[in-house]
């Protein structure tokens, strides 16, 4: 590859760099990108359940409370 090439090549990826960043800002600004909500970033109400231990055990000997 010649200098000019490997030169044109990054200036052409920096400029999509950019305009992409650019587009990206401005959707981000306009409101493209809708906020996810808990359920999207938890997982549903509930999910977690088929993994839930339940309740400590009772050691013998301690009361409760």
Same mark, same amino acid.
């Given at each position: 590859?010649?200098? $000019?090439? &490997? +030169? +044109?090549?990054?200036?052409?990826?920096?400029? =999509? #760099?950019? &305009?992409?960043? =650019?587009? #990206?800002?401005?959707?981000?600004?306009?409101?493209?990108?809708?906020?996810?909500?808990?359920?999207? $970033?938890?997982? @549903?109400?509930?999910w977690f359940s088929?993994?839930d231990p339940g @309740?400590?055990?009772?050691?013998?000997? &301690?009361?409760?409370?």
């Amino acid at each position: 590859m010649k200098k $000019e090439d &490997v +030169r +044109r090549a990054t200036r052409i990826a920096f400029g =999509l #760099v950019i &305009v992409f960043g =650019l587009m #990206v800002s401005y959707a981000k600004f306009a409101g493209f990108f809708l906020p996810q909500s808990s359920q999207n $970033e938890y997982g @549903p109400p509930g999910w977690f359940s088929s993994f839930d231990p339940g @309740p400590p055990p009772r050691l013998p000997g &301690v009361q409760d409370g």
